[in-house]
């Protein structure tokens, strides 16, 4: 997890060059010095360290932020062959589909709210003084077909925990893809000093609150009448796991 300290970069044109390619996501390295009007010697020095420190990377050009999430993991069934693996900034428009498509399907609005927000910031995954924010996705061929986020504020006394949304779209259900990408999410939340992981979904969701429960998922409370869903008032269960 980032902390203040941790993103200290000791030169003013560091700190800047790295807040603008964290907050777009991905950016071609031209666009960053001219936009930042930073002299191509220095512009070429600072990210020269900040790709030694392990804070950019550099691909073809594009600078992004470097998040250690591990690699590509490949799975196959009978009748399907997926991946799961780091999201890149590339497969915003593809997750933000597919949250929108399970949100339809079983209203879930935690991660509804969560497609809003990238889609709104133009920026999946986030590594500042602010915020963490993490993706996984399952995919088959070049679709997007399933998610796992995870999001904590960088505060002192939250910044053990993190919000946790996963889904899978319907027509790819059954293959345990949704399991996979839990245990992934889970292994990057564990590996990076998280305890504990939420999430909250309205109790006429009974497919996600059983999926979670099988994994070991425990109610922590219930909300009374805390949506309104097509004019009816809808509990919000509230379900946390220790990791």
């Known amino acids: 997890m980032s902390t203040s300290e941790e993103l200290s970069f000791g030169h003013e044109d560091r700190r800047r060059i790295y807040e603008y390619v964290e ?18 010697g220095g512009f070429r020095h600072h990210v020269a360290i900040l790709k030694r420190d392990g ?10 932020v470097t998040i250690d999430a591990g690699a590509k ?37 935690v991660a509804e709210s969560v497609a809003d927000e990238i889609d709104h910031q133009d920026a999946l995954l986030r590594n500042n003084e602010l915020e963490s924010r993490m993706f996984f996705v399952a995919t088959v061929g070049d679709e997007v077909v399933g998610w796992v986020h995870l999001h904590s504020p960088e505060l002192d006394k939250l910044s053990h925990t993190a919000e946790l949304t996963v889904g899978v779209i ?74």
């Open 23 to 40: 907050r777009h996501g991905a950016a071609d390295a031209d666009e960053v010095r001219d936009r930042l009007r930073i002299d191509p």
């Open 55 to 64: 804070r950019l990377e550099d691909e073809d050009g594009s600078l992004r």
């Open 73 to 109: 993991e490949e799975y196959v069934t009978e009748d399907l062959e997926f991946h799961i693996r780091p999201a890149r900034q590339e497969d915003l428009g593809g997750i933000v589909g597919a949250i929108r498509q399970v949100a339809e399907e079983k209203t879930y609005i």
């Open 170 to 243: 319907e027509e790819y259900r059954g293959h345990d893809i949704g399991s996979h990408l839990l245990s992934r999410g889970l292994e990057w939340a564990g590996s990076n000093g998280y305890e504990k992981v939420y999430n909250s979904v309205p109790s006429t969701n009974e497919d996600a609150i059983t999926f979670l429960e099988k994994h070991g998922w425990e109610i922590e409370a219930v909300r009374e009448d805390h949506y309104k869903l097509n004019g009816d008032y809808v509990d919000e269960v509230m379900m946390a796991l220790e990791l």
